[in-house]
C-alpha cells in the first residue's frame, strides 16, 4: 500500500515532480482488428442469408430471426462502445451532450446542498443531464480535490465562488462523462495532478493509483478502492472521516448509485458482486455521493422487485418530494442502502424468491448471488427501456 502527499501550491516552482503525465488513450481500433471485423461482417451477412432463404416453418424463421437480432444487438453495442472509449467519435458525442447540458440546465440539473464537517466541505456540483461531480475542500487550508470533473466549466465556477486552489483530480473512470474536464482543469490548475487507474485509459492521466493507495490533501485523506465491472480500472474514493471527526465519505462513481448499481460494461456478474461487497464492507455511516442523480427511476425498480420493502417506500417518498422541486437526493448513507438497494441485496431469500425459479442457494453462494445480480440487472435494463 502507498501513498501520494500532494505538495502545496507555488506560483513559483515548476510542476512538481513524479510519474510521467500519461498520454490520451489510444484511438485507435485496438481491439477490433480488420480480421476480426471481416469474420464478423460475413457472419452478419449469412444470418441475413439464412433468414431470406429460411424454411418454410414459421417458427424456424422466428427462430432465426431472434438469433439474429439479438447477436446484432450485441455485436452492434460492442462497436458503439469500442468507438465511445476508443476514439474521438466518443469525445465528440461527449462534447454534443455538454452542450446541450449546458443550454437546457444553465444552472445545473438539480439543486445541491454542500455538506460542512469540522474543517471539510463536500460540494455536489450538477453536470450533463444527470452526473454529479464534487469538490473535496479542505477549508483551513483553502485546498480542494475534484472528483469527475466533467464539465470543467461548472467545477472552475464553484472553484472561484469557494475561493480555493484545486491541487488533484480523482477520476473514477474512463468514461468521457466523469473524465471529459481533465484536460482543461489540470491546464488551468499548473499544479493540479490527475488521479485514476492505470488500467483504465483515463484521459490526461500523471498520477497512477492502485487498490488502497492513499492521497493526502491538507487534512484530507482519501483511499482508493479498486472495483472493477463497470470499467476494468474503476476506482471509487473513501475520504476517512477521522481526521475531521466525521463520516467518512464515498465517491462510487458508476459503481453504485442510491438503490442501483452501474452496468457492467468491462466485466462479469461475479467480478461486479466483488466491487459491491468491497463497498458492502465500509461503515453503515459512511455518506455515499454517487455519479449520477437516478434515485426515483431506481427506487421504482426496487419496487417491482421487493413491494413490500418499507425502508424503499419511505425513501421513495422522500425522494418524489425532493425531485418536485429539483432538488439533489444525495448523500444517502450505505445503511440506508442495505436496506432497499436490491444490487445490494443478492444474499436476501426474499429477494431470491421474488425473482422465481432458477435462483437460490448453491452450494458456491457467491455463484448464487452473481445470478442474482445478473438477473436482477437485466431486470432493470427492461425496466428502464419501458
Known sequence: MGAWAVPLPSNARPRPHGPL???????????WPAAFLWVASCGLLLLVLALVLSPRSC?????????????????????????????WLGYLFYRQQLRRARNRYPKGHSRTQPRLFNGVKVLPIPVLSDN?????????ARLAVAVDPSDPQAVQASIEKEGVTLVAILCTHKHWDHSGGNR?????????????????????????????????VGRLQIRALATPGHTQGHLVYLLDGEPYKGPSCLFSGDLLFLSGCGRTFEGTAETMLSSL?????????????????????????????EPENLARERKMQWVQRQR???RSTCPSTLGEERSYNPFLRTHCLVLQEALGPGIGPTEDDDYSRAQLLEKLRRLKDLHKSK
Not at 424463421?61 to 460492442?78: H, I, N, P, Q
Not at 454529479?132 to 483551513?140: F, G, K, N
Request: hydrophobic share 35%; with cysteine; aromatic share 10%.
Open 59 to 87: 417458427r424456424a424463421r422466428r427462430t432465426l430471426r431472434g438469433l439474429f437480432m439479438a447477436r446484432s444487438k450485441r455485436l452492434f453495442f460492442r462497436i458503439g462502445y469500442s468507438l465511445y472509449t476508443r476514439t
Open 324 to 326: 418536485m422541486e429539483r
Open 184 to 216: 482543461d482543469l489540470s491546464r488551468r490548475h499548473q499544479d493540479c495532478r490527475v488521479y485514476g487507474s492505470p488500467q483504465d485509459g483515463i484521459p490526461h492521466l500523471t498520477h497512477p493509483l492502485c487498490h488502497q493507495e492513499v492521497v493526502s
Open 132 to 140: 454529479y461531480s464534487y469538490l473535496i475542500i479542505d477549508t483551513q
Open 21 to 31: 503525465r500519461a498520454p490520451a488513450p489510444s484511438m485507435a481500433w485496438q481491439s
Open 277 to 305: 461487497d468491497t463497498v458492502l464492507g465500509l461503515g453503515d455511516d459512511t455518506l455515499l455521493w454517487p455519479g449520477h442523480e437516478y434515485a426515483e427511476e431506481n427506487l421504482g425498480f426496487a419496487g417491482v422487485v
